[in-house]
């Protein structure tokens, strides 16, 4: 389906042979046109240099014009969040979205039904509520986090970035796989690069802060396909913890000095003052 709107698809690659052709194919294999793809091989050491080459030579020579492969090589290691930065930079659509390089679209509708919700909606940004979760995909489960666990509070949230953000405090249930960002909002609200880990949780952070209007898609199949492995940088728990706890008080900062509702400040306060305290 050819449509006005440009959309590209940043991978960051980190020793990542045995799974970025499929999660390129994936992208591939989308029903939406004009679709890039930008995969940043973050210094890897093992075969995802050539199998990268092999790739682009694939696509190069596929008769397909609105199908596109770009590989940028960084000569040093920086991590998924600044490797993810340098890609959405280079990002030439008018959105945007992340694809880790171990993951899959499985539904050849995900980004044409996203896209056209995010502009139809007027949205900033966008996410799919349920994904499914494995080692394969015949072995996987449908996931479908919540916010809270408080009746009605999932709902608000959803509604309202600020008390989203201070959901987010707690719990991220949101599948930095299943985003999309308009290109505007993508160039303003920015992650910090220098984290190790979790920049989808500081980048939602700051979405919300910001006041960034997002939507949440319902769907009756999962769209995204979130691989389990064990060499997966979210099974690095005390490198998550640090860099979560990072993130998330310097953004509760910047809440508890900046000009945001009195009942937000006093709620961010109290989980400040906590988290403070367990360091």
């Not at 050819?2 to 690659?13: F, G, L, R």
């Not at 099974?235 to 979560?244: A, G, I, P, R, Y």
Request: glycine content about 4%.
């Amino acid at each position: 389906m050819i449509q006005d709107t440009h959309v590209s698809v940043v991978i960051p690659a980190y020793n990542a042979e045995d799974h970025i052709a499929d999660a390129i194919r994936s992208v591939y294999e989308q029903s939406y046109r004009p679709l890039e793809v930008i995969v940043v091989n973050d210094a890897s050491v093992d075969h995802t240099v050539e199998v990268l080459d092999a790739i682009c030579e694939h696509y190069d020579a596929d008769p397909d014009p609105l199908f596109s492969v770009r590989v940028i090589s960084l000569e040093k290691n920086v991590g998924p969040c600044k490797a993810l930065y340098l890609g959405f930079n280079q990002a030439r659509g008018n959105y945007v979205c992340f694809l880790a390089a171990d993951d899959m679209y499985i539904a050849r509708g995900k980004i044409v039904y996203q896209a056209y919700l995010t502009e139809s909606t007027g949205s900033d940004w966008s996410y799919y509520t349920t994904f499914l979760k494995g080692r394969t995909r015949k072995t996987a489960t449908i996931k479908k986090p919540a916010f809270s666990r408080i009746p009605g509070m999932d709902s608000l949230a959803r509604r309202n970035p600020y008390w989203m953000f201070v959901c987010l405090l707690s719990r991220n249930p949101i599948n930095s796989g299943t985003l999309m960002l308009s290109r505007a909002c993508a160039k303003e609200i920015q992650w910090n690069p220098f984290l190790r880990a979790d920049c989808d949780g500081d980048l939602l952070l700051r979405l919300c802060m910001a006041g960034k209007k997002g939507l949440a898609i319902e769907t009756q199949a999962p769209q995204y396909f979130y691989r389990v492995h064990p060499g997966q940088v979210s099974n690095q728990k005390e490198l998550m913890k640090t860099s979560s706890s990072m993130a998330r008080i310097a953004a509760m900062k910047t809440v508890l000095k900046g000009n945001y509702p009195l009942w937000m400040k006093l709620l961010v306060d109290r989980k400040y003052r906590k988290s403070v305290a367990e360091k």
